[in-house]
């Protein structure tokens, strides 16, 4: 489509609650906030994109006015229009630059496949797999599942009625004896050979995870995410414990100095989009460093991350998902739902989903009537950080 232009940016902050409140090593997380962006063009094309948070909703705004008039398809044309030297970007202390133009990027892809024709996963080199694997999630909820039988007879019940066999959850309540007794459940009630992963948040001092890992290696601990706050001391833990570790920070570099962890787990957007994070995940490849991405999105960077594990060869682990307990979406027919432990990536153009304009105003309206989500503070203690002990 020759001499496309971008006419319009436009930006809706949503929030996506959980339909109840699991404990993190913050407070409550009842959901989260998102930012929905519109690239339109006056060939009446949209592209859709998706902000993992809406601190960055300024950011993209101002982005969205430079980009007017640029043609979608020049995406690195259009990043140098937004964003700084990469080595700039890298050495400061603000990487929201780079989420903003993220979350923009996603929609210059879904673009480009509605220009094409193809789903985005061609536009990436074909598929390697059409199914996609994803964790059903556990946690302490408030509402929920407070102990570990609960949260054993919780993860049976999701084999029996989705056909779940991957599981992964957060076990956040300060009490290393507590956490241990529910991997003990869990292991006993799901057999030796369901998954099981834990995410941790670095809630555990380094001495309180030696001993939590020294008492659940026995159980077969597929991964275990960020049971420390630093890469330094998950090297350190590897010389108790042989279970592999992830985390959240994307810092390669370190990850193989340090020879710990063995997993990056991320979203696009902070990676800086799609372009980036195929090159990101090549550099995973080329160092042995494992990767897929974190839960809680919506159903726009939900279908960027399909597509993406589609056409990647190196990313095989499943990714987490939080899609069981959300209770709404910005796309039509979602949020998606695995089945078997799978989601089929969409066939459609571009990303292969489409707005719904009814979820989307009431999605917006319920973040402009209560405010964004706010998943770090203790319910019991207004405007307070939870505090976890010190084991």
């Known amino acids: 489509m020759p001499g496309i232009k971008i006419t319009a940016v436009k930006t809706t902050p949503v929030n996506i609650p959980l339909e109840k409140p699991m404990w993190w090593t913050g407070g409550h997380y009842p959901g989260t906030s998102k930012i929905v962006i519109e690239v339109e063009t006056d060939q009446g094309l949209v592209g859709l994109g998706e902000a993992p948070s809406v601190d960055v909703l300024a950011s993209v705004k101002a982005m969205g006015e430079r980009l007017i008039g640029s043609d979608?398809?020049?995406?690195?044309?259009?990043?140098?229009?937004?964003?700084p030297p990469w080595q700039i970007?890298?050495?400061?202390?603000?990487?929201?630059?780079?989420?903003a133009f993220g979350a923009i990027e996603i929609a210059l892809w879904d673009l480009r496949g509605k220009v094409t024709g193809e789903p985005l996963y061609r536009l990436l080199g074909g598929a390697v797999r059409k199914d996609i694997p994803f964790t059903e999630y556990f946690a302490f909820r408030h509402g929920g599942e407070t102990s570990p039988d609960e949260v054993a007879d919780y993860c049976l019940r999701m084999r029996e009625e989705h056909g779940a066999t991957m599981f992964e959850g957060k076990l956040i309540l300060g009490d290393p004896k507590l956490e241990i007794d529910t991997v003990k459940a869990l292991r006993e009630a799901l057999g030796p050979d369901d998954m099981i992963r834990l995410d941790s948040n670095m809630?555990?001092?380094l001495p309180s995870a030696i001993r939590?890992?020294?008492?659940i290696e026995p159980y077969d601990i597929?991964?275990?995410e960020d049971p420390v706050a630093t890469f330094e001391e998950m090297a350190e833990l590897r010389r108790h414990s042989s279970i592999r570790l992830s985390t959240h920070v994307p810092d390669i570099r370190r990850a193989v100095s340090l020879g710990a962890p063995d997993y990056i787990v991320t979203n696009f957007a902070v990676l800086g989009g799609i372009s980036r994070t195929v090159r990101f995940v090549g550099a995973c490849e080329a160092m042995g460093i494992g990767?897929?991405?974190?839960?809680?999105?919506?159903g726009i960077a939900t279908a960027g991350y399909l597509h993406m594990s589609a056409a990647m060869p190196w990313i095989t682990e499943p990714s987490q998902s939080l899609f069981r307990w959300q209770v709404g979406d910005v796309i039509e027919g979602g949020p998606f739902r695995q089945k078997d432990n799978l989601i089929a990536a969409p066939e459609g153009p571009g990303l292969g989903v489409t707005l719904d304009r009814d979820a989307l105003a009431h999605w917006h309206r319920h973040l402009v009537d209560n405010g964004p989500l706010d998943h770090f503070h203790d319910p019991a203690m207004p405007g307070s950080f939870r505090r976890l002990p010190l084991n």
């Open 203 to 205: 809630q555990w001092s």
């Open 212 to 215: 939590i890992f020294r008492e």
């Open 89 to 99: 970007v890298q050495n400061t202390d603000d990487s929201s630059v780079v989420k």
């Open 291 to 298: 990767f897929w991405c974190y839960s809680g999105d919506a």
């Open 222 to 224: 597929r991964n275990y």
């Open 72 to 83: 979608p398809l020049d995406i690195a044309g259009c990043e140098s229009l937004c964003v």
